[in-house]
C-alpha cells in the first residue's frame, strides 16, 4: 500500500500486513468477546463507491442495514430475491479477466461496522483481534486506527489490538473486497461467495502457541509425549490418565500400554496447559504414527485403507457459513455411512470440523486454501505456482494451515491445495512443512507426473485399469530416473473419483475390488460429499421451493450443475449413490455359501477386531420372513478371516422353507450391526450385510391356453386384453386401461451421459443418431389362433439405421380364468451399422393415475442400475410411485428398480400385476420421459395424469463420465438382436 493509493492491497500480491504470524487454533480459559451477531453494513459497488470515513468511531451508520456475521454477502434474502449481489458458480474459468494480480475496478465491497463493549478488567493490553474466515481481501480499524489488510479467505487471520482497544465503547470497521489478487489462488470449484464468514472474535492473549507432538511405537506399545510451547511465562502439563502431572511440557514423556488413535478408536487422552500466570488450556491428545512402509500408507504399523469423500463447506441457505450441528451432521452421517476419511477439498476447514474428527474418528487430508485451476485454460501461462513474485503469499498459506491444525491427531497428511499448476512455490510449500512437522505426508496431485516433494502419488478419475497398473507398480515413467524411483516407493491415493454428479455414481465396486486387491493402493476420496445447490423459490403467485445451479443466477460464465454432484443432497439427505458407498466400502465382508452351508467373516477394519459387532441373520421365503437368530462368530482380528457352520436354528428354518415349497425364492440375509452404542450411532446400526440364494424358483414356465385373438370393431381381444386393430397396441387389461407396450431405448439423460472429461459426452453421440426423436412404425398386426403378432420398425428421421421389432402376445393359463396371465415376448433385430450403444432397451407404456402403490420382489429398496446395485438386496419391498423419484437437482434419469422378479402396481381403477420372465428392470413415474428430459428444475416437472412405466430388458451403465470414466465394458448396452419376455395380469 501507498499513500498514492491507499487500496493498493487490494492488488499487490503480498498476503497480508499487520497481522500476527500463524498460529494453532485452541480452547483457553481466558477471557474472549465474541462479535457474532448484526452488523451495520452496506455494499459499495467498487472502489469508486467507497463510504469516505466510515471507520472513525463517531461515523453515523444508523441508516445502514443490519447484516448477520458470520455470513456470506450473497447469500441474503435467499430463498427469495438475493439483496447483495447474486453467487456466481464457475468450475475452472475465472469470472473475471485473467490480467493477474489485477482484479476489475467495479469490484463489490462490503463495509462492515460493530460496536462492541469491552468490560472493566478485560486484557486489552495483551488481546488479539480474531477472524476465522474473510472472502476475498479486507482491512480492517478499531476506533480508527488501521490495525492491517490481509487475504486467504479460509485462513484465520489476527491482529495486534493491545493499542486500539480500551474499556468501554469500541467500533470495528472492516471494509471486505469481493475480489483481489488472493481470488486467483482461490479458484475451488464452488460459488464465488463474499463477507465476513467465519467467527471474529477479540480474545485475550497469555500462550502465544503449542505444538503436541504425540507418537506411537507399534512394537513396543509405548508413547512419546512432548509439547513445544511458546508463552511469555513457564506452562505446565498435565495429562491424569497417564501419570504426567505439573510436568515440563518439553520432556519427553515415554507411557506404556498406550490405546492409539486411530478412525476406528479415536482415543483421545484428556490434559491441561497450566501457566504461571493462571491460564489454563484444555488438550486433547491422540498418539499415532503415520509412516510409508514398503511403499505403503500406514497408521500405528496398519496399512490405512482411506474410504474417504472430499468435503466442501455448504449449506444451502447459509452457503459457506456453518453452525457447528451441520458440521456435526456431517461427520455422523460419514461415519454411518462407513466412510472414515475426509479430503478438506480445497482449504482449510472451520476449526470445529476438525475437532469433530478428533472427537469420532476420520483420517484427514488438510488441504492448503489453493488452487489456480482458470490458468489451465490459457496453458498455464502467468500461473502463480512458479512466479517468484508469489512465492511469500503460496508460503503463507502453507503456514497458516500448518500452524492452525497442527494439534489434530485425525489430520495425517498435509495437501498443498488442488489443481494448481506445478511449480517452485508448491516446491517451497512441501519443503516449508516438512521442516516444520515431519510427523506427517505431504500431499499434492498436480505433480502426479514427478511426484518430487510429496510422499504420495496422488491420482484423479483414473480407470480401473490404469488404477491396477498403478496397484501393481506398473504405471508410465517419469521423465527423470530419480522421479521415477521414488514416485514407484509411494503408496498411491486417489485423491478424487467416483464423481457423485445426478444418477450414479457407476462403477463403484469395481475401483473397491482393484483398491483391496493392492497393497499399494491407499484407497481415495470420492468427489464429493454434498450438492451446492441454492434453497430458491419460484417467485410466482404460488411459489415452489428448488435447489438452484450455475446460470440460475444470471451469471455470465458459469458451469451450470457441475456444482451439484454430491452424495448427498443440498438438504443432506442420503443420495441413493452413498447408500452404494456405504455397501462397496464396508469395512467387513460377509459371504454366505448356501452350497457348503458356511458364512465367511472377512475383517477389512485398520486395527479394530470385530467384537464390536452383533451378527444376525434372517430368513424370507418369496419376501416373507420364516426365521432369524443371532449368529455366533468368534473374534475376527483386522485383516482376518472367520469361517462360521451355520447353527442349527438357521438349518432348521431353511429345511422349514425347502419343504414348504412355496414355488418362491428362498434368501438367507446376514448382517453386522452395532453391539452397544458408539459416539456416531447406536446399538443395531447396521455396519454390514450378505445374501445368498439358499432355493431358486421353479424353472419350468407357466403352461400357455391356446387362446385365440378375435377380431371385433376396431380392436383385437384376446382373453382379458383388448388391443388397438390399428396399432396394435394394448388398450385394456381387464378392467384396466393401458397404453402401450411399445419398444423403448430413450432415457432422460443423466449428467454422465451428457458430459465428459474424457473425449465426447455419450449423449452426443445418441443425439447424432437421432435416439431421442424415434419413430415407432407399425408394419403388421396379425391375430391368430394362439395369439397375436405385431412387427414394427423403431427408426429416426433422416437415419437408414432402425430396430426391427416383433411383439408375440399370447395367454397364460391359470387356475381362475379371470386371473389369466398376458404374455409379452418382444424380438429386436438392428437394421444397419449400429455404432452406439443403446440407453435403454425395453417397452414403455402407461395407465391412468398421479400415483400409486408399488410393490415388487427383487432388489430394493432404492434405485439400482447394472453399475450401481451392490447396495440393493432381494427381498420384497412396497413404495409409491412418488416416494420412487429421486430429487436430482437437475432431473434425469432416475429411480429404476433393477432385476425385478415380479410387481405390483396398484391404483384406484385396479392392480396391474407384472412379471418378469426371469426379471426385468422397473421405472414408473408420475411423468413422460420427454418430460423429465426438458425439466431443468424439481419444479419443471407436472404430472400429467398418467402413470408411465418401464419394463426394460437393460440399461447402459451410469459410470461418473460427467468427470471421470463411462462405464466398463460389460455395462455398455450395445445395439444386439436381443428377445426378453414379460408377463401381465391384473387384480382388485
Given at each position: 500500500?501507498?499513500?498514492?493509493?491507499?487500496?493498493?492491497?487490494?492488488?499487490?500480491?503480498?498476503?497480508?500486513?499487520?497481522?500476527?504470524?500463524?498460529?494453532?487454533?485452541?480452547?483457553?480459559?481466558?477471557?474472549?468477546?465474541?462479535?457474532?451477531?448484526?452488523?451495520r453494513f452496506r455494499l459499495a459497488s467498487g472502489l469508486d463507491d467507497l463510504t469516505a470515513d466510515f471507520a472513525a468511531p463517531?461515523?453515523?451508520?444508523?441508516?445502514?442495514?443490519?447484516?448477520?456475521?458470520?455470513?456470506?454477502?450473497?447469500?441474503?434474502?435467499?430463498?427469495?430475491?438475493?439483496?447483495?449481489?447474486?453467487?456466481?458458480?464457475?468450475?475452472?474459468?475465472?469470472?473475471?479477466?485473467?490480467?493477474?494480480?489485477?482484479?476489475?475496478?467495479?469490484?463489490?465491497?462490503?463495509?462492515?461496522?460493530?460496536?462492541?463493549?469491552?468490560?472493566?478488567?478485560?486484557?486489552?493490553?495483551?488481546?488479539?483481534?480474531?477472524?476465522?474466515?474473510?472472502?476475498?481481501?479486507?482491512?480492517?480499524?478499531?476506533?480508527?486506527?488501521?490495525?492491517?489488510?490481509?487475504?486467504?479467505?479460509?485462513?484465520?487471520?489476527?491482529?495486534?489490538?493491545?493499542?486500539?482497544?480500551?474499556?468501554?465503547?469500541?467500533?470495528?470497521?472492516?471494509?471486505?473486497?469481493?475480489?483481489?489478487?488472493?481470488?486467483?489462488?482461490?479458484?475451488?470449484?464452488?460459488?464465488?461467495?463474499?463477507?465476513?464468514?467465519?467467527?471474529?472474535?477479540?480474545?485475550?492473549?497469555?500462550?502465544?502457541?503449542?505444538?503436541?507432538?504425540?507418537?506411537?511405537?507399534?512394537?513396543?506399545?509405548?508413547?512419546?509425549?512432548?509439547?513445544?510451547?511458546?508463552?511469555?511465562?513457564?506452562?505446565?502439563?498435565?495429562?491424569?490418565?497417564?501419570?504426567?502431572?505439573?510436568?515440563?511440557?518439553?520432556?519427553?514423556?515415554?507411557?506404556?500400554?498406550?490405546?492409539?488413535?486411530?478412525?476406528?478408536?479415536?482415543?483421545?487422552?484428556?490434559?491441561?496447559?497450566?501457566?504461571?500466570?493462571?491460564?489454563?488450556?484444555?488438550?486433547?491428545?491422540?498418539?499415532?504414527?503415520?509412516?510409508?512402509?514398503?511403499?505403503?500408507?500406514?497408521?500405528?504399523?496398519?496399512?490405512?485403507?482411506?474410504?474417504?469423500?472430499?468435503?466442501?463447506?455448504?449449506?444451502?441457505?447459509?452457503?459457506?457459513?456453518?453452525?457447528?450441528?451441520?458440521?456435526?451432521?456431517?461427520?455422523?452421517?460419514?461415519?454411518?455411512?462407513?466412510?472414515?476419511?475426509?479430503?478438506?477439498?480445497?482449504?482449510?476447514?472451520?476449526?470445529?470440523?476438525?475437532?469433530?474428527?478428533?472427537?469420532?474418528?476420520?483420517?484427514?487430508?488438510?488441504?492448503?486454501?489453493?488452487?489456480?485451476?482458470?490458468?489451465?485454460?490459457?496453458?498455464?501461462?502467468?500461473?502463480?505456482?512458479?512466479?517468484?513474485?508469489?512465492?511469500?503469499?503460496?508460503?503463507?498459506?502453507?503456514?497458516?494451515?500448518?500452524?492452525?491444525?497442527?494439534?489434530?491427531?485425525?489430520?495425517?497428511?498435509?495437501?498443498?491445495?488442488?489443481?494448481?499448476?506445478?511449480?517452485?512455490?508448491?516446491?517451497?510449500?512441501?519443503?516449508?512443512?516438512?521442516?516444520?512437522?515431519?510427523?506427517?505426508?505431504?500431499?499434492?496431485?498436480?505433480?502426479?507426473?514427478?511426484?518430487?516433494?510429496?510422499?504420495?502419488?496422488?491420482?484423479?478419475?483414473?480407470?480401473?485399469?490404469?488404477?491396477?497398473?498403478?496397484?501393481?507398480?506398473?504405471?508410465?515413467?517419469?521423465?527423470?530416473?530419480?522421479?521415477?524411483?521414488?514416485?514407484?516407493?509411494?503408496?498411491?491415493?486417489?485423491?478424487?473419483?467416483?464423481?457423485?454428479?445426478?444418477?450414479?455414481?457407476?462403477?463403484?465396486?469395481?475401483?473397491?475390488?482393484?483398491?483391496?486387491?493392492?497393497?499399494?493402493?491407499?484407497?481415495?476420496?470420492?468427489?464429493e460429499w454434498i450438492d451446492h445447490g441454492i434453497a430458491r423459490l419460484t417467485g410466482q403467485e404460488e411459489p415452489h421451493s428448488?435447489?438452484?445451479?450455475?446460470?440460475?443466477?444470471?451469471?455470465?460464465?458459469?458451469?451450470?450443475?457441475?456444482?451439484?454432484?454430491?452424495?448427498?443432497?443440498?438438504?443432506?439427505?442420503?443420495?441413493?449413490?452413498?447408500?452404494?458407498?456405504?455397501?462397496?466400502?464396508?469395512?467387513?465382508?460377509?459371504?454366505?455359501?448356501?452350497?457348503?452351508?458356511?458364512?465367511?467373516?472377512?475383517?477389512?477394519?485398520?486395527?479394530?477386531?470385530?467384537?464390536?459387532?452383533?451378527?444376525?441373520?434372517?430368513?424370507?421365503?418369496?419376501?416373507?420372513?420364516?426365521?432369524?437368530?443371532?449368529?455366533?462368530?468368534?473374534?475376527?482380528?483386522?485383516?482376518?478371516?472367520?469361517?462360521?457352520?451355520?447353527?442349527?436354528?438357521?438349518?432348521?428354518?431353511?429345511?422349514?422353507?425347502?419343504?414348504?415349497?412355496?414355488?418362491?425364492?428362498?434368501?438367507?440375509?446376514?448382517?453386522?450391526?452395532?453391539?452397544?452404542?458408539?459416539?456416531?450411532?447406536?446399538?443395531?446400526?447396521?455396519?454390514?450385510?450378505?445374501?445368498?440364494?439358499?432355493?431358486?424358483?421353479?424353472?419350468?414356465?407357466?403352461?400357455?391356453?391356446?387362446?385365440?385373438?378375435?377380431?371385433?370393431?376396431?380392436?383385437?381381444?384376446?382373453?382379458?386384453?383388448?388391443?388397438?386393430?390399428?396399432?396394435?397396441?394394448?388398450?385394456?387389461?381387464?378392467?384396466?386401461?393401458?397404453?402401450?407396450?411399445?419398444?423403448?431405448?430413450?432415457?432422460?439423460?443423466?449428467?454422465?451421459?451428457?458430459?465428459?472429461?474424457?473425449?465426447?459426452?455419450?449423449?452426443?453421440?445418441?443425439?447424432?443418431?437421432?435416439?431421442?426423436?424415434?419413430?415407432?412404425?407399425?408394419?403388421?398386426?396379425?391375430?391368430?389362433?394362439?395369439?397375436?403378432?405385431?412387427?414394427?420398425?423403431?427408426?429416426?428421421?433422416?437415419?437408414?439405421?432402425?430396430?426391427?421389432?416383433?411383439?408375440?402376445?399370447?395367454?397364460?393359463?391359470?387356475?381362475?380364468?379371470?386371473?389369466?396371465?398376458?404374455?409379452?415376448?418382444?424380438?429386436?433385430?438392428?437394421?444397419?451399422?449400429?455404432s452406439v450403444p443403446l440407453p435403454r432397451l425395453g417397452v414403455a407404456m402407461s395407465l391412468p393415475g398421479t400415483d400409486a402403490?408399488?410393490?415388487?420382489?427383487?432388489?430394493?429398496?432404492?434405485?439400482?442400475?447394472?453399475?450401481?446395485?451392490?447396495?440393493?438386496?432381494?427381498?420384497?419391498?412396497?413404495?409409491?410411485?412418488?416416494?420412487?423419484?429421486?430429487?436430482?437437482?437437475?432431473?434425469?434419469?432416475?429411480?429404476?428398480?433393477?432385476?425385478?422378479?415380479?410387481?405390483?402396481?396398484?391404483?384406484?381403477?385396479?392392480?396391474?400385476?407384472?412379471?418378469?420372465?426371469?426379471?426385468?428392470?422397473?421405472?414408473?413415474?408420475?411423468?413422460?420421459?420427454?418430460?423429465?428430459?426438458?425439466?431443468?428444475?424439481?419444479?419443471?416437472?407436472?404430472?400429467?395424469?398418467?402413470?408411465?412405466?418401464?419394463?426394460?430388458?437393460?440399461?447402459?451403465?451410469?459410470?461418473?463420465?460427467?468427470?471421470?470414466?463411462?462405464?466398463?465394458?460389460?455395462?455398455?448396452?450395445?445395439?444386439?438382436?436381443?428377445?426378453?419376455?414379460?408377463?401381465?395380469?391384473?387384480?382388485?
Open positions: 500500500m501507498t499513500d498514492l493509493d491507499p487500496h493498493a492491497y487490494v492488488e499487490d500480491r503480498s498476503p497480508g500486513t499487520g497481522r500476527l504470524r500463524p498460529r494453532a487454533a485452541f480452547a483457553t480459559d481466558l477471557p474472549t468477546i465474541a462479535l457474532d451477531g448484526d452488523w463517531e461515523f453515523d451508520d444508523s441508516a445502514w442495514e443490519l447484516l448477520a456475521v458470520p455470513s456470506c454477502w450473497q447469500m441474503t434474502g435467499l430463498p427469495g430475491e438475493p439483496r447483495h449481489g447474486a453467487p456466481a458458480y464457475t468450475n475452472i474459468l475465472y469470472p473475471f479477466p485473467v490480467d493477474p494480480p489485477r482484479v476489475p475496478r467495479e469490484n463489490p465491497t462490503g463495509e462492515y461496522r460493530r460496536e462492541f463493549d469491552v468490560p472493566d478488567g478485560f486484557p486489552a493490553s495483551a488481546a488479539v483481534l480474531r477472524f476465522e474466515g474473510v472472502d476475498s481481501a479486507f482491512v480492517v480499524w478499531l476506533n480508527g486506527i488501521r490495525l492491517g489488510d490481509g487475504k486467504g479467505s479460509r485462513l484465520t487471520s489476527e491482529f495486534d489490538v493491545s493499542a486500539a482497544l480500551r474499556p468501554g465503547r469500541n467500533v470495528l470497521a472492516v471494509r471486505v473486497h469481493q475480489w483481489s489478487s488472493g481470488s486467483y489462488l482461490e479458484d475451488q470449484d464452488m460459488w464465488w461467495l463474499s463477507g465476513i464468514f467465519r467467527s471474529v472474535s477479540v480474545a485475550a492473549r497469555g500462550v502465544e502457541d503449542f505444538f503436541v507432538h504425540a507418537a506411537y511405537d507399534h512394537t513396543t506399545g509405548q508413547g512419546t509425549l512432548s509439547v513445544d510451547v511458546a508463552a511469555p511465562t513457564r506452562v505446565s502439563l498435565s495429562v491424569p490418565e497417564l501419570g504426567i502431572s505439573a510436568a515440563d511440557p518439553a520432556g519427553p514423556h515415554v507411557i506404556d500400554g498406550i490405546e492409539p488413535w486411530s478412525d476406528e478408536q479415536p482415543r483421545l487422552y484428556a490434559g491441561e496447559l497450566l501457566s504461571e500466570a493462571g491460564e489454563r488450556i484444555p488438550l486433547r491428545i491422540g498418539f499415532r504414527t503415520v509412516a510409508v512402509v514398503d511403499g505403503v500408507l500406514t497408521a500405528n504399523g496398519r496399512p490405512v485403507s482411506l474410504r474417504g469423500v472430499n468435503r466442501h463447506e455448504w449449506h444451502p441457505l447459509t452457503g459457506r457459513t456453518l453452525t457447528e450441528d451441520t458440521m456435526l451432521t456431517d461427520v455422523l452421517l460419514m461415519k454411518q455411512h462407513n466412510i472414515n476419511a475426509v479430503r478438506t477439498s480445497h482449504y482449510p476447514p472451520d476449526r470445529r470440523f476438525l475437532d469433530l474428527c478428533d472427537e469420532h474418528g476420520l483420517w484427514v487430508f488438510c488441504e492448503g486454501d489453493l488452487e489456480t485451476h482458470g490458468f489451465e485454460p490459457g496453458g498455464w501461462r502467468r500461473n502463480p505456482s512458479d512466479d517468484p513474485a508469489w512465492r511469500e503469499a503460496y508460503l503463507d498459506r502453507a503456514e497458516r494451515l500448518v500452524e492452525r491444525d497442527k494439534n489434530h491427531p485425525s489430520v495425517i497428511v498435509w495437501s498443498l491445495g488442488n489443481e494448481a499448476g506445478t511449480g517452485a512455490n508448491l516446491a517451497a510449500s512441501a519443503a516449508w512443512i516438512r521442516r516444520r512437522d515431519d510427523s506427517r505426508l505431504i500431499h499434492y496431485e498436480g505433480d502426479w507426473a514427478s511426484c518430487a516433494y510429496v510422499d504420495l502419488y496422488s491420482r484423479m478419475y483414473i480407470g480401473v485399469a490404469e488404477l491396477a497398473a498403478v496397484g501393481r507398480g506398473q504405471e508410465a515413467p517419469t521423465a527423470d530416473p530419480a522421479d521415477d524411483a521414488h514416485r514407484r516407493a509411494l503408496p498411491a491415493v486417489l485423491c478424487e473419483y467416483g464423481h457423485a454428479m445426478g444418477t450414479g455414481p457407476g462403477g463403484l465396486s469395481e475401483y473397491q475390488q482393484v483398491i483391496e486387491a493392492h497393497p499399494r493402493l491407499a484407497g481415495g476420496f470420492i468427489w428448488f435447489y438452484a445451479y450455475g446460470g440460475d443466477f444470471g451469471e455470465e460464465v458459469h458451469d451450470g450443475n457441475f456444482v451439484a454432484d454430491g452424495l448427498l443432497f443440498p438438504d443432506r439427505t442420503p443420495s441413493p449413490g452413498l447408500v452404494e458407498y456405504k455397501k462397496v466400502v464396508e469395512p467387513v465382508r460377509i459371504r454366505v455359501d448356501p452350497a457348503t452351508r458356511r458364512i465367511d467373516v472377512h475383517n477389512l477394519h485398520h486395527s479394530r477386531d470385530s467384537g464390536y459387532l452383533d451378527f444376525r441373520w434372517t430368513v424370507e421365503d418369496g419376501g416373507d420372513p420364516v426365521g432369524s437368530g443371532g449368529l455366533t462368530v468368534p473374534v475376527t482380528p483386522a485383516g482376518a478371516t472367520t469361517t462360521v457352520a451355520w447353527p442349527a436354528d438357521l438349518t432348521a428354518a431353511l429345511d422349514a422353507a425347502r419343504k414348504n415349497d412355496s414355488g418362491h425364492e428362498v434368501w438367507l440375509t446376514v448382517t453386522a450391526v452395532l453391539a452397544a452404542d458408539e459416539t456416531w450411532a447406536g446399538a443395531g446400526h447396521e455396519i454390514a450385510w450378505s445374501q445368498g440364494q439358499v432355493v431358486a424358483p421353479p424353472a419350468s414356465p407357466a403352461p400357455f391356453a391356446l387362446v385365440p385373438a378375435i377380431v371385433h370393431d376396431g380392436f383385437i381381444a384376446l382373453g382379458p386384453a383388448r388391443f388397438d386393430a390399428r396399432s396394435g397396441a394394448l388398450t385394456r387389461l381387464g378392467d384396466l386401461e393401458l397404453d402401450g407396450p411399445r419398444l423403448d431405448v430413450w432415457r432422460a439423460p443423466i449428467d454422465n451421459d451428457l458430459l465428459s472429461a474424457f473425449g465426447e459426452p455419450q449423449a452426443d453421440a445418441w443425439f447424432a443418431a437421432g435416439l431421442h426423436r424415434m419413430r415407432h412404425d407399425v408394419l403388421g398386426v396379425e391375430p391368430d389362433a394362439s395369439g397375436l403378432t405385431v412387427t414394427a420398425r423403431l427408426a429416426a428421421a433422416g437415419s437408414s439405421c432402425g430396430l426391427d421389432v416383433v411383439y408375440r402376445w399370447t395367454v397364460c393359463e391359470t387356475p381362475h380364468a379371470d386371473q389369466a396371465r398376458l404374455r409379452l415376448d418382444t424380438v429386436v433385430t438392428p437394421d444397419g451399422p449400429w402403490d408399488v410393490e415388487w420382489f427383487g432388489p430394493g429398496p432404492g434405485e439400482a442400475y447394472r453399475d450401481s446395485r451392490a447396495a440393493a438386496r432381494v427381498g420384497r419391498h412396497r413404495s409409491t410411485v412418488s416416494a420412487m423419484q429421486v430429487t436430482q437437482i437437475r432431473p434425469q434419469e432416475n429411480g429404476n428398480r433393477h432385476h425385478v422378479r415380479r410387481a405390483a402396481v396398484t391404483t384406484p381403477g385396479g392392480t396391474l400385476l407384472i412379471t418378469g420372465a426371469p426379471v426385468i428392470d422397473l421405472t414408473v413415474r408420475p411423468w413422460s420421459t420427454e418430460a423429465l428430459a426438458a425439466a431443468a428444475h424439481q419444479h419443471d416437472l407436472v404430472r400429467d395424469g398418467r402413470l408411465h412405466l418401464h419394463l426394460d430388458h437393460a440399461h447402459h451403465g451410469l459410470g461418473s463420465a460427467a468427470c471421470g470414466p463411462g462405464p466398463s465394458a460389460p455395462d455398455v448396452l450395445a445395439a444386439v438382436t436381443t428377445a426378453f419376455t414379460v408377463e401381465f395380469g391384473t387384480s382388485r
